[in-house]
């Protein structure tokens, strides 16, 4: 299990400060919220950690080790994963294909190597195929896993995607937004997937979501975003009880009561 660090992380676009100072320290094998008002900064605060921005200050490590200055690729290999707010699945790719583009390059190269028939790889590829199924199986999508990628609900689809985050055996995950799309009970299901990521594959979670009943009941703890900065860090018990939370975002955010 991996810790993430960040410390006194900022990034301003032109004159906006998007993050402001923000240090969050996330101890290793927790699930970690991070909610707040639209505009908040939390898209961001992903997007700077997962290396697709870099942050004008501040430092992210992952145990110990730097993440800052690298390029995005670098820090998925180095093992932080990562699902997007609204992204969709590939067209005229199966489920099944769709996850196996979540592995890393070797593998991917192989798989590859075996459409054009490259001897050895063969059984690489078969591999490759089992710890797709194997990945659509924990998210409970295997009977989807010949169809058309596009077919499915954007709900099926995210859960697709965290399948395809986790053939990469990412050692923290970062998810932005992952109940976007489900049904209430659809909800219930996710925390549930959601404690199963961190107590079977041993993997830390950060999670951005609105939906408050999901992130109250699965969160051991919960980070506030607004305006970029940090207003609140704390227990869900302890969040609800903040009366600066509850002016920022509980009391006047029409997503509070979304789930
Ligand atoms: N590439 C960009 N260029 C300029 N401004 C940006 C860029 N990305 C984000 N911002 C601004 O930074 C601020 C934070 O945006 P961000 O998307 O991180 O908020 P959020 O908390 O994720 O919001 P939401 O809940 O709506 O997804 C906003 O004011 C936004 O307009």
């Known amino acids: 299990m991996a810790e993430l660090s960040i410390e006194r992380l900022s990034l301003?676009?032109?004159?906006?400060?998007?993050?402001?100072?923000?240090?969050?320290?996330?101890?290793?094998?927790?699930?970690?919220?991070?909610?707040?008002?639209?505009?908040?900064?939390?898209t961001t605060l992903l997007n700077v950690v997962s290396g697709l921005v870099r942050p004008t200050e501040g430092e992210i490590r992952l145990d110990g080790q730097p993440l800052t200055r690298l390029k995005a690729s670098e820090?998925?290999?180095?093992?932080?994963?990562?699902?997007?707010?609204?992204?969709?699945l590939f067209k005229g790719m199966t489920v099944l294909e769709n996850v196996m583009a979540g592995m890393h390059?070797?593998?991917r190269a192989s798989v590859l190597g075996a459409a054009i028939g490259l001897p050895g790889v063969l059984r690489e590829e078969?591999?490759?195929?089992?710890?797709?199924?194997?990945?659509l199986a924990f998210v409970?999508?295997?009977?989807?896993?010949?169809?058309?990628?596009?077919s499915l609900s954007f709900g099926q689809q995210r859960l697709v995607e965290i399948a395809r985050s986790l053939v990469a055996e990412p050692k923290v995950l970062l998810l932005d937004?992952?109940?976007?799309?489900?049904?209430?009970p659809?909800?219930?299901?996710?925390?549930?997937?959601?404690?199963?990521?961190?107590?079977?594959?041993?993997?830390?979670?950060?999670?951005?979501?609105?939906?408050?009943?999901?992130?109250?009941?699965v969160c051991d703890r919960i980070t506030v975003l607004n305006s970029g900065r940090k207003i609140a860090d704390g227990t869900p018990d302890v969040i609800l009880a903040d009366p600066f939370v509850k002016e920022a975002y509980l009391g006047k955010s029409p997503d509070a009561d979304r789930a």
């Not at 998007?18 to 900064?41: C, F, K, Q, T």
């Not at 078969?126 to 990945?135: D, H, K, P, S, T």
């Not at 409970?140 to 596009?150: C, I, K, N, T």
């Not at 299901?189 to 009943?213: A, F, N, P, Q, W």
């Open 126 to 135: 078969r591999q490759a195929r089992e710890r797709a199924r194997e990945a």
């Open 186 to 217: 659809r909800v219930a299901e996710l925390d549930e997937l959601l404690r199963r990521i961190r107590d079977k594959r041993g993997i830390t979670i950060i999670m951005v979501e609105h939906v408050i009943r999901l992130v109250m009941g």
């Open 140 to 150: 409970g999508m295997l009977s989807f896993a010949e169809r058309d990628g596009a």
């Open 12 to 42: 301003s676009f032109g004159g906006l400060a998007a993050l402001s100072d923000v240090d969050i320290a996330v101890p290793a094998g927790e699930i970690r919220g991070i909610i707040g008002p639209n505009g908040a900064g939390k």
């Open 105 to 107: 390059q070797g593998l």
């Open 177 to 184: 937004e992952p109940a976007v799309g489900l049904s209430p």
């Open 75 to 88: 820090v998925a290999a180095r093992g932080v994963g990562r699902t997007f707010q609204t992204s969709l």
